[in-house]
């Protein structure tokens, strides 16, 4: 075996964990909700989803949005309701990765 083949069998089998890992943590976020009813397509995600993907409270999402910290869409809600807001994935991924909190300062 060279150290091509074992170094690209050892990528696969690490994303392979990755991908398990990430699906078991977001099921576990969901695992006694219903999942929200979706109003998009699978390029953005609501603050519910945000905050499960990235293992967060809501409010951590909403506070980075309202400090210009992580990018949305405002979308129109039904009378007396605040709006929603849609999270385009890769902006989500960009806040991740540029060190974002995902815990609340004490």
Same mark, same amino acid.
């Given at each position: #075996?060279?150290?091509?083949?074992?170094?690209?069998?050892?990528i696969k089998?690490v994303?392979s #964990?990755?991908?398990?890992g990430?699906?078991?943590?977001? +099921? +576990?976020?969901?695992a006694?909700? @219903?999942?929200?009813?979706?109003?998009?397509?699978?390029?953005h995600?609501?603050?519910?989803?945000?905050?499960a993907?990235?293992?967060?409270?809501?409010?951590i999402i909403?506070?980075?949005?309202e400090?210009?910290?992580? !990018?949305?869409n405002?979308? @129109?809600? +039904? !009378?007396?309701? +605040?709006p929603?807001?849609?999270i385009?994935? !890769?902006?989500?991924?960009?806040?991740?990765k540029?060190?974002? @909190?995902t815990?609340?300062?004490?």
């Amino acid at each position: #075996m060279t150290n091509d083949s074992l170094s690209e069998g050892i990528i696969k089998l690490v994303a392979s #964990m990755v991908k398990q890992g990430v699906e078991e943590g977001i +099921a +576990a976020a969901l695992a006694n909700k @219903p999942p929200p009813a979706k109003l998009h397509d699978d390029k953005h995600v609501s603050i519910p989803e945000a905050a499960a993907i990235v293992r967060c409270g809501k409010g951590i999402i909403r506070l980075a949005i309202e400090t210009g910290a992580l !990018r949305s869409n405002r979308i @129109p809600r +039904a !009378r007396g309701r +605040a709006p929603g807001h849609l999270i385009k994935r !890769r902006d989500l991924e960009a806040w991740l990765k540029s060190g974002a @909190p995902t815990e609340p300062a004490p």
